[in-house]
């Protein structure tokens, strides 16, 4: 079974660090480029980070660029977002997702594996 | 970057009626598009791609049309199962960009 198990989230102060982790397994996640996608309370999806099947390659959205760096360690099957200088804003459910595309160019694509996510709270 | 807005922000549906839920780019992403959809408490589920694959498993009752700038999702024949909100995503260009969401309800 394709399965990909988001850890690490919890509370946090505003300006404050956390690193999430998204565990993978079925699948060969060396193969495969990963995501980072975000849900705030009652809101709908945005997107955050992606990192290329090698971690050669990332990208950012322009609301995270600067604060956010994503990693993977494909001996572990593992990804991470390393969270930093936290905002309100950054509050939400985070889901990792596999990227589907065929190919090893990393370019944008559609997320055909979803984690349940997990939360991040940011509030003094 | 691409701004994706999606219509009807809600869609009161009864069970057994048709659905369409649309989808515009703000510019061209030709046909790479895909739909989600997302019940409370769960994780997005991949259900069109290409604007008009099925995802494995989905059932043919969600169709996909459209290319350019204007997507439509429909649902034939609404299911007890299918009141949910959904998603358009456009992957032709850097940030792959989401649409607000629809959600359908029960009318």
């Known amino acids: 079974e394709v399965l990909l198990v988001e850890s690490g989230g919890g509370l946090v102060q505003p300006g404050g660090s956390l690193r999430l982790s998204c565990a993978a397994s079925?699948?060969?996640?060396?193969?495969?480029?990963m995501h980072w996608v975000r849900q705030a309370p009652g809101k709908g999806l945005e997107y955050v980070s992606g990192?290329?099947?090698?971690?050669?390659?990332?990208y950012y959205a322009n609301s995270v660029k600067g604060r956010f760096t994503i990693s993977r360690d494909n001996t572990k099957n593992m990804l991470y977002l390393q969270m930093g200088s936290l905002r309100a804003e950054d509050m939400a459910v985070y889901y990792c997702a596999r990227d589907s595309s065929p190919i090893t160019i990393f370019a944008p694509y559609y997320m055909d594996v979803w984690g349940k996510g997990t939360t991040v709270t940011v509030s003094s | 970057e691409i701004v994706m807005t999606q219509s009807p922000a809600t869609l009161s549906v009864s069970p057994g009626e048709r659905a369409t839920l649309s989808c515009r780019a703000s510019?061209?992403?030709?046909?790479?598009l895909a739909w989600y959809q997302q019940k409370p408490g769960q994780a997005p589920r991949l259900l069109i791609y290409?604007?008009?694959t099925r995802a494995t498993g989905i059932p043919a009752r969600f169709s996909g049309s459209g290319s350019g700038t204007e997507f439509t999702l429909t649902i034939s024949s609404l299911q007890s199962e299918d009141f949910a909100v959904y998603y358009c995503?456009?992957?032709?260009?850097?940030?792959?960009?989401f649409g607000q969401g629809t959600k359908v309800e029960i009318k």
């Open positions: 510019q061209s992403v030709s046909s790479n």
């Open positions: 990192i290329s099947s090698n971690g050669g390659s990332t």
């Open positions: 995503q456009q992957y032709n260009n850097w940030p792959p960009a």
């Open positions: 079925g699948f060969t996640f060396s193969r495969d480029a």
């Open positions: 290409s604007a008009s």
